[in-house]
């Protein structure tokens, strides 16, 4: 079975300083990866996709950015955070090899992180 | 321009008493349509899709149906495990992003 994991599971960090977010996937490859960002009070936005490898697409300008080093690795970063980027970071994947029985056009959802910049 | 609006934002109920939630939906060119349940502090988890009009899915006592306009998540003698908010999505055709465009949610307290 497909496992999705997200670490930390919380982070409380300093406007101004670095952020890495991390996500992998376990029990299939080649999924197609996304990124997004609960606000308080508001809807699921996405802020990132990748169909593979290096390839890395960006829904909405914005202090962050993302890298997919390995197939089933996705990285959110920030070089300096502000408070607005404050918020839940869920990462999501879908699609890829090896399923059995699951939609390839459902995502699944990690954990989350939560993130509060002070 | 794509949009989801669910209602209520939030709605109370006692165990045993059924309810409907809504979704209301605008998209050129519907793929599909997403139910998820997030509970506090925790990811999405999925419920259903559904891809055309008149399609119903069912799981214990959660009952989903769509029409060209709106879904509705229906709730049968709901527990108070069934709290949680209920969140839908929709997902175009066009592009390959998979991209979901998601509602505000639906908080449901059951009350025993």
């Known amino acids: 079975s497909q496992t999705i994991h997200q670490w930390p599971a919380t982070l409380v960090q300093p406007v101004g300083s670095p952020l890495s977010l991390e996500c992998t996937v376990e029990?299939?490859?080649?999924?197609?990866l996304y990124w997004y960002r609960q606000a308080a009070g508001r809807g699921l936005q996405l802020l990132f996709y990748s169909v593979g490898i290096g390839q890395i697409s960006s829904e909405v300008p914005q202090n962050l950015s993302a890298s997919r080093p390995q197939d089933r690795q996705f990285i959110l970063s920030s070089k300096k955070l502000l408070l607005s980027d404050s918020g839940f970071y869920l990462c999501?994947?879908?699609?890829?090899?090896?399923?059995?029985?699951?939609?390839?056009?459902?995502?699944?959802f990690g954990p989350g992180t939560r993130l509060t910049v002070l | 321009e794509d949009q989801v609006t669910q209602s209520p934002e939030a709605l109370r109920l006692q165990e045993g008493e059924s309810s409907s939630l809504n979704c209301s939906y605008t998209?050129?060119?519907?793929?599909?349509l997403f139910w998820y349940r997030q509970d506090p502090g925790k990811g999405p988890e999925f419920l259903f899709t559904l891809y055309s009009a008149g399609e119903e899915k069912e799981k214990e006592r959660l009952k989903a149906t769509l029409t060209k306009k709106e879904s509705f998540l229906h709730i049968t003698a709901p527990k108070p495990e069934d709290s949680a908010t209920y969140l839908c999505a929709v997902q175009r055709y066009s592009g390959n992003t998979g991209k979901l465009i998601f509602g505000q949610g639906t908080t449901l307290q059951v009350k025993p």
């Open positions: 029990g299939t490859s080649n999924p197609n």
């Open positions: 999501a994947w879908s699609g890829g090899q090896g399923l059995a029985g699951v939609s390839t056009d459902t995502q699944y």
């Open positions: 998209v050129s060119g519907l793929r599909g």
